[in-house]
């Protein structure tokens, strides 16, 4: 990790463009972001996590100079060439021991603490966060004196609508029999990293073209904090809360902006083609 080189400009811009054309990112509160010192970004993780989490780091690299590392979930690092994607890009597996490690090195990281099963969505979980007892992040956090920046991102999990989930597999016989001839059901941590099945534009798992909302909360400050459980829970709850809240916040921006669905991609492509 210490010979880590950010990728140049120009790796995977192709993609990054596109997506910035198709979900016309916004982002609030970011001239108010104080980058002289690294931090831990802590947010929530939409459906899939693949799309908005490109926008939100390629923003922090053009607008604040920082090349944000990831910490991911150990499914990314089984899955060939995807792990090779991902790394160049600056991901480590979302140990212990590399998080220590970046925050020894004075690395601004990013962090999902619903990992995995918050990607996973399941119906009627939309933009909820779902990170069960965790505190590793406010513990890493706190032993560093590392800052935490909360942050939101509304958009995503309406690209999307889930016609399967976790929950219909686990509750079908035939499923869990096939689940069970081929042992999945370990490797899959009990359904937590079983994908749902969605629909996008029309019957398609092409996403449905939704405007992103990005937005950062207030530094919260770990220097004099006790590492006792009772303080790390208070981190963890304060970084929440304020996620929750601009969640919240955001869709309320959302319901005011007329560029939010289809009426501005309708809008693009009809002076595209008009050119």
């Known amino acids: 990790m210490d010979n880590f080189v950010p990728p140049k400009e120009n790796y995977g811009?192709?993609?990054?463009?596109?997506?910035?054309?198709?979900?016309?990112?916004?982002?609030?509160?970011?001239?108010?972001?104080?980058?002289?010192?690294?931090?831990?970004?802590?947010?929530?993780?939409?459906?899939?996590?693949?799309?908005?989490?490109p926008l939100f780091v390629e923003h922090i690299r053009e607008q604040h100079?920082?090349?944000?590392?990831?910490?991911?979930?150990?499914?990314h690092f089984h899955i060939p060439v995807w792990k090779d994607i991902l790394t160049k890009g600056g991901m480590?597996?979302?140990?212990p021991e590399n998080c220590h490690a970046l925050m020894e090195g004075g690395q601004s990281i990013i962090v999902f603490p619903g990992g995995a099963r918050e990607v996973m969505r399941r119906k009627g979980e939309k933009y909820q966060l779902i990170w069960k007892r965790r505190t590793g992040f406010a513990r890493l956090a706190i032993e560093h004196g590392y800052?935490?920046?909360?942050?939101?991102s509304v958009g995503a999990d309406d690209c999307f609508d889930?016609?399967?989930?976790?929950?219909?597999?686990?509750?079908?016989?035939?499923a869990q029999k096939v689940l069970s001839a081929f042992k999945l059901n370990d490797k899959l941590r009990g359904g937590d990293i079983l994908p749902p099945l969605p629909t996008g534009v029309g019957y398609l798992p092409i996403p449905?073209?939704?405007?992103?909302?990005?937005?950062?909360?207030?530094?919260?400050?770990?220097?004099?904090?006790?590492?006792?459980?009772?303080?790390?829970?208070?981190?963890?709850?304060?970084?929440?809360?304020?996620?929750?809240?601009?969640?919240?916040?955001?869709?309320e921006y959302r319901s005011t902006d007329k560029k939010e669905n289809w009426s501005w991609l309708r809008k693009k492509l009809t002076k595209s083609f008009d050119e």
């Open 13 to 53: 811009k192709w993609g990054r463009d596109l997506e910035r054309w198709y979900f016309d990112p916004v982002f609030l509160n970011s001239d108010q972001l104080n980058m002289s010192k690294p931090a831990l970004f802590v947010g929530n993780h939409t459906l899939y996590g693949l799309l908005d989490v």
């Open 65 to 75: 100079g920082i090349h944000l590392r990831s910490l991911g979930d150990r499914m």
């Open 92 to 95: 480590v597996l979302g140990s």
């Open 147 to 152: 800052d935490i920046i909360p942050f939101a």
């Open 162 to 174: 889930i016609v399967v989930d976790a929950n219909d597999i686990q509750n079908n016989s035939t």
């Open 208 to 251: 449905k073209p939704q405007r992103f909302y990005f937005s950062f909360g207030e530094r919260i400050s770990t220097l004099d904090v006790t590492q006792d459980e009772q303080a790390i829970w208070g981190i963890r709850e304060q970084v929440a809360q304020s996620i929750e809240k601009q969640i919240s916040e955001l869709k």
